[in-house]
């Protein structure tokens, strides 16, 4: 049985129900959008390894069964109001419930896409960025500092060919420097922020599912291309290829944090030079195979269907 842990608002968790039900395979869904509502979840460990049930609305199952689980974790903002909880104590409530679901998903057996384990490394690009460099991918010379002086210096030596983003996981839109933004670098003094050499050429994204590699190569005039229609600029996506050798360095990638699915952006230059930015541990594909037809999510689900564990 493949679990499906994620809320129906996110186009990922909604795709991969849909393509499991394409394919008739059987499922159950456990909806993070109202989540513990409506659920109950009893589970003891037996020699490291949990044994129990998952009661849900209308169905019941043996964590035994269990072949595979598929999650997305969410936020408040894609969660149903908590009954009888205060709306100051709503966040931290669904935090703990959610770390307790994450602690039983953790230590089963069977495969799960993907376990936190390999996800922490997103929280730290520059720790990502060593992990980059280890598999022969470049990364864009990269200043990290909260000295104006030394942000100054990195400006003026790149001649202002430099983009700024942040240092954590959290989503940043990435924006090339203009003269303006000299006048803000005092600011650095209050939070470290990422700033990078530009790197011309065209985006592309890979996404791995197990042993397979989908790339799409996506052409745009902005600097950050999810978000490019606030830019008033266009985006075009069309599935591609990648290098023998750029293929291997992302399943290395993934293998290394030992991630079953993953997004890696990367940018190959006029000059044919690749770089890696980072590894996305849950990335939004929907929106790739949407405008590419790449069958991703049919890969992902034969991959639950089998439901071999990461080794």
């Given at each position: 049985?493949?679990l499906v842990?994620?809320?129906?608002?996110?186009?990922?968790?909604?795709?991969?129900?849909?393509?499991i039900?394409?394919l008739?395979?059987?499922?159950?869904?456990l909806n993070?959008g109202l989540?513990?509502?409506?659920?109950?979840?009893?589970?003891?460990?037996?020699?490291?390894?949990?044994?129990g049930v998952?009661?849900?609305?209308?169905?019941?199952l043996?964590?035994?069964?269990?072949?595979?689980?598929f999650i997305?974790?969410?936020?408040?903002?894609?969660?149903?109001?908590?009954a009888?909880i205060?709306?100051?104590f709503?966040?931290?409530?669904?935090?703990?419930?959610?770390?307790?679901?994450?602690?039983?998903?953790?230590?089963?057996p069977c495969l799960v896409?993907?376990?936190?384990?390999?996800?922490?490394?997103?929280?730290?690009?520059?720790?990502q960025?060593?992990l980059v460099?280890?598999?022969?991918?470049?990364?864009?010379?990269?200043?990290?500092?909260n000295?104006?002086a030394?942000a100054?210096?990195?400006y003026?030596?790149?001649?202002?060919d430099v983009?700024?983003?942040?240092?954590?996981?959290?989503?940043?839109i990435?924006?090339?420097m203009?003269a303006?933004?000299l006048?803000r670098?005092?600011?650095l003094?209050?939070?470290?922020a990422?700033?990078q050499?530009?790197?011309?050429?065209?985006?592309i994204?890979?996404h791995?599912?197990?042993?397979?590699?989908?790339a799409?190569?996506i052409?745009?005039?902005?600097v950050?291309y999810?978000?490019?229609?606030q830019?008033?600029?266009?985006?075009?996506?069309e599935?591609?290829?990648?290098?023998?050798?750029?293929?291997?360095?992302?399943?290395?990638?993934?293998?290394?944090?030992?991630?079953?699915?993953t997004g890696?952006d990367l940018?190959?230059?006029?000059?044919?030079?690749?770089y890696c930015f980072?590894?996305n541990?849950a990335?939004?594909?929907?929106?790739?195979?949407?405008?590419?037809g790449?069958p991703?999510?049919a890969?992902?689900v034969?991959?639950?269907?089998?439901g071999?564990p990461?080794?």
């Amino acid at each position: 049985m493949i679990l499906v842990c994620g809320g129906l608002a996110d186009a990922v968790t909604e795709l991969v129900c849909a393509r499991i039900e394409h394919l008739g395979y059987a499922y159950r869904f456990l909806n993070l959008g109202l989540y513990p509502e409506g659920y109950h979840i009893t589970w003891t460990w037996e020699q490291h390894t949990p044994t129990g049930v998952i009661d849900g609305p209308d169905w019941s199952l043996d964590l035994a069964d269990i072949r595979s689980v598929f999650i997305r974790f969410l936020g408040m903002d894609g969660h149903a109001p908590l009954a009888g909880i205060p709306a100051e104590f709503e966040e931290a409530t669904l935090a703990e419930c959610q770390a307790a679901l994450a602690a039983l998903v953790e230590d089963l057996p069977c495969l799960v896409v993907n376990r936190m384990e390999g996800s922490p490394s997103n929280q730290s690009k520059p720790y990502q960025g060593l992990l980059v460099r280890k598999t022969g991918l470049r990364t864009p010379p990269t200043l990290i500092t909260n000295d104006p002086a030394a942000a100054q210096e990195f400006y003026d030596r790149y001649a202002g060919d430099v983009i700024f983003k942040s240092v954590s996981g959290i989503r940043s839109i990435v924006r090339r420097m203009e003269a303006r933004d000299l006048e803000r670098l005092p600011a650095l003094r209050n939070g470290a922020a990422q700033f990078q050499a530009y790197v011309p050429g065209d985006n592309i994204r890979v996404h791995t599912v197990g042993d397979q590699l989908f790339a799409t190569r996506i052409r745009s005039s902005a600097v950050d291309y999810r978000y490019a229609h606030q830019q008033g600029a266009e985006v075009e996506l069309e599935p591609t290829t990648v290098p023998p050798e750029v293929a291997m360095a992302c399943h290395q990638l993934s293998t290394t944090l030992g991630l079953a699915l993953t997004g890696i952006d990367l940018k190959q230059t006029p000059a044919g030079e690749w770089y890696c930015f980072e590894v996305n541990p849950a990335p939004a594909f929907a929106y790739y195979e949407k405008h590419t037809g790449q069958p991703i999510s049919a890969a992902l689900v034969e991959l639950l269907r089998e439901g071999q564990p990461l080794e």
